[in-house]
């Protein structure tokens, strides 16, 4: 026996459900929630509707979210993450003079400008071995 699809409307319903039986736990009486059905851009779009909550049942959740950060240490967001230019490394400078590397170097330019990415990281590649001839 194969289960029914479960459409965007279903899958808001029990959603919707889901946060009824959560308040309901927490002692907060309050109407069921109800899926809003709207169309944006041509396509149609399922959203819960949640119940709307009394001023005092409101600072109740509040209360119970905020207790619950508490205990599991997550008063606040914890501080961004800094994270480099992802393809530093692969963009090695090429030699000031050396006329492989430059034409190399425009190869890249160019293959960029055309969004062909896979050529300029070769391009980059041969820059960063050339390089190594360079030194030697």
Known sequence: MTTPARTPYSACAE??????????ELGIAAPPSTVQMTEEG????ARVAPPL??????????????????MAGNRCQERPVSLGEPYADLSP???????????????????????QFATAVVASQRIRNHERGHRA
Do not use: F, I
């Open 15 to 24: 959603e919707g459900a889901n946060l009824d039986a959560a308040l309901k």
């Open 42 to 45: 041509g396509m149609k779009v």
């Open 53 to 70: 909550l009394t001023p005092s049942q409101t600072a109740r959740l509040t209360g119970v979210v905020n207790d619950g950060m508490a």
């Open 93 to 115: 400078a090429p030699v000031p003079g050396c006329v492989e590397c430059s034409a190399l170097d425009k190869e890249r330019h160019e293959a960029r400008k055309r969004r």
